[in-house]
């Protein structure tokens, strides 16, 4: 379990505006840019990462969450927009998942100074994938996803086998009954194949889903035992999450600020909570 305590993360900053859904740029860097905000992060990235385009498609939000690597294959998986702007998606449609070959690109690249297009290949998944809007592996050798449910067909947590037929195996689909909101996003406790992930209700605030039947919280899930349980609750929309490789630490974002359909509030949460992790509980 998470221990009862959270502690607010707060951004300290000398200088921002009013509105939350500008982007903070002190440095008054040109788009598109790497913002580094801790040296730390130079590990991650090197100190001389660029930025170049590899896909593009102005019209389709066809690669807006859930991005896993496989080093195998060489390959990026990605899902397109649920339910938002440009993701042509909704209540009677699903969002797909896509994928790029990443030898293609580094051979086109390789070719050239500027930004290259190459073609991406959609996924022909099985129905009970429904808006897919996160995702980590891989777990057990396969894409690990969530998805956000579409209409009455259920949020779930599945596996895709990164090879096909790209066969599917869905975990989880409700909890003790009870439909879960609109999965968001979750994370693999390391050491462990314990799973921690997100339920908002981005679902029915984008018209996808019907209204929530569960309060907004953070679940772990024992794929071997079968058992879920709530660890974190009293969120407005709960919706990252992420644990530190030592698994003693999450960090879960609450976005209660964006509401979908209903537009933004910024008198809501726009928050990071941070919790210990009981690796038992």
Known sequence: MFSTVAHEKRAFTTSRTNDSFVGFNP???????????????????GPNATI???VSNLGFAFAHEAPIYVPDLNIVFFSSNGGGPLGY??????SVVSMLDMTEV???????????????????LSGTVQMVNRGTGL?????LFVTSGRALLPPSIVLVNPRPPFNTTVLLDNFYGRQFNSLNDIKVLPGTDILFFTDPTYGWLNAFRPQPM??????RFDPSTGQVRVVADQFMNPNGIAITPDGKTAFVTDTGVVNGLFGNNQTYPATIYQYDVDPVT
């Open 89 to 94: 998606s909704g209540w009677n449609n699903n």
């Open 214 to 219: 569960l309060p907004s919280q953070v679940y």
């Open 106 to 124: 580094n051979n086109a690249l390789a070719a050239t100074t500027g930004g290259v297009n190459i073609q991406i290949q959609t996924l022909n």
């Open 52 to 54: 170049r385009l590899v």
């Open 139 to 143: 777990y057990k050798g396969n894409l």
């Open 27 to 45: 440095t008054n860097a040109t788009p598109p840019f790497i913002q580094v905000f801790d040296p730390s992060f130079l590990k991650v990235t």
